[in-house]
């Protein structure tokens, strides 16, 4: 078995547009153990790239290397009795040779000191070549896809108004929302598989700003959130978010300088963040393979992922660089980060960096891919200075929130925020 099944389906392909069709959706050249099979079907790609349907003629006219092979795949295809049992023994094959493969890989890293990291993404990286092609499991029906949204639409008009998704905003003493609650009511809380970007310049509080949204889902509202950072120390990260919620000035903790008063309030804080289900990674050569690798870990640990942050993408790696411009490298980061939220089910908030002119490298492509894209930016004024001449005049406190896109609602309206930059505490206003 193998050999006349991987004929089978390029002869399939050649013969019925269905099969052809199939073939160039669900298999890849690593389906194929023969060489000249692998070199049939690369040639029937770029056929089909240029909008024609391959033909065997056409294909044995213009690459006589190539009859043998052809006319063996189209005699096998018209022999055969079942196509879709064909089609079905070479996913089958190739799905054992890559369980194969992982299995000799496993036993090699096992043989010397390894982190459970570098096998998690060793899986990752043959376990989806195995599994590729099992595409029914995404196909709905229109009568469940109308079911599945009049079963939501029912559910929703029990509680009308409340937001559905994971809250950036939390009610304070008394019923008063706090956070960022027009936020919410833009995104109508995170969904699983939602990708939201917030962008800052260099400086300017992104990475502030998502430890705030982290506050919010994990201390106050006890939601499961994962935050990867690629270049701040552990200490420091728990200091900026004990400043944010005791409003101890965070520079005080790095010199000592904190009263009894404040340090009991720094304990109350203490007790009761290490009871929270946040977990905090620093990795400075993080990349989109480790992030998934990561997050089913903490999944597995947890048993839910309800917001990963990745903070941030411009110091991500991808494994894929090769002649790759940097705003096309941070293009591919971003839609493997879209594609881990929608397959793990979760969502992500990624922080991008603005350059000098304000703008967002590759944002075209990486716009695409997100369900929100927001810009934090400081708000500006013009004034005079003595001279009489007109100058920009930056604020250090009064921030906005400016919506990019928003997928499920309008980007009307930006989002005023103040800053209190001692605290690291962003709120809106």
């Not at 008063?176 to 917030?198: K, W």
Request: net charge negative; with cysteine.
């Amino acid at each position: 078995m193998g050999l006349r099944e991987e004929l089978a389906v390029v002869g399939h392909a050649l013969i019925n547009q269905d099969h052809c069709e199939h073939l160039m959706a669900e298999f890849t050249d690593e389906h194929f153990v023969n060489k000249e099979i692998q070199f049939l079907f690369r040639l029937m790609q770029e056929i089909v790239s240029s909008g024609r349907r391959p033909k065997y003629g056409e294909i044995i006219a213009n690459h006589t290397h190539l009859i043998g092979v052809a006319g063996q795949a189209w005699e096998e295809a018209k022999a055969s009795l079942d196509a879709d049992k064909d089609f079905e023994s070479v996913r089958k094959e190739h799905r054992k040779r890559c369980y194969r493969k992982l299995a000799e890989h496993m036993m090699r890293l096992t043989e010397k000191d390894f982190e459970e990291e570098e096998a998690e993404s060793l899986i990752e990286s043959i376990i989806p070549h195995a599994t590729q092609g099992k595409t029914d499991e995404y196909m709905v029906s229109a009568e469940k896809g109308a079911d599945m949204a009049l079963e939501a639409l029912i559910e929703a008009r029990k509680n009308p108004g409340q937001i559905n998704g994971v809250r950036l905003s939390y009610d304070a003493t008394g019923g008063a929302p706090v956070g960022f609650q027009s936020l919410d009511y833009t995104l109508n809380g995170l969904r699983g598989g939602d990708l939201i970007m917030i962008a800052a310049e260099s400086g300017h509080g992104k990475t502030a700003l998502a430890m705030n949204l982290t506050r919010i889902m994990s201390y106050h509202n006890g939601r499961s959130v994962y935050y990867l950072n690629t270049e701040m120390d552990i200490t420091q990260m728990f200091q900026r978010w004990a400043a944010m919620a005791t409003r101890i000035e965070y520079q005080n903790f790095e010199r000592g300088e904190v009263t009894d008063g404040e340090m009991e309030r720094y304990m109350e804080w203490h007790e009761k963040v290490r009871k929270s289900p946040l977990e905090v990674s620093r990795i400075p050569s993080l990349s989109p393979k480790l992030t998934k690798a990561l997050a089913k870990r903490y999944m597995r640990k947890h048993g839910k992922l309800e917001a990963l942050i990745v903070d941030y993408i411009g110091r991500m790696n991808h494994e894929n660089v090769r002649n790759m411009a940097e705003y096309q490298i941070l293009s591919a980061i971003t839609k493997e980060l879209k594609e881990i939220a929608m397959e793990l089910d979760i969502p992500i908030i990624a922080l991008a960096q603005l350059n000098a002119e304000g703008k967002l490298e590759g944002a075209k492509k990486m716009k695409n891919e997100c369900d929100g894209l927001f810009f934090f930016r400081p708000k500006t004024t013009k004034s005079k200075n003595e001279e009489g001449e007109t100058i920009t005049v930056t604020s250090d406190s009064e921030y906005y929130l400016i919506k990019e896109k928003v997928r499920r609602g309008s980007t009307e309206g930006a989002i005023h925020c103040e800053f209190h930059k001692k605290y690291q505490f962003i709120r809106e206003v």
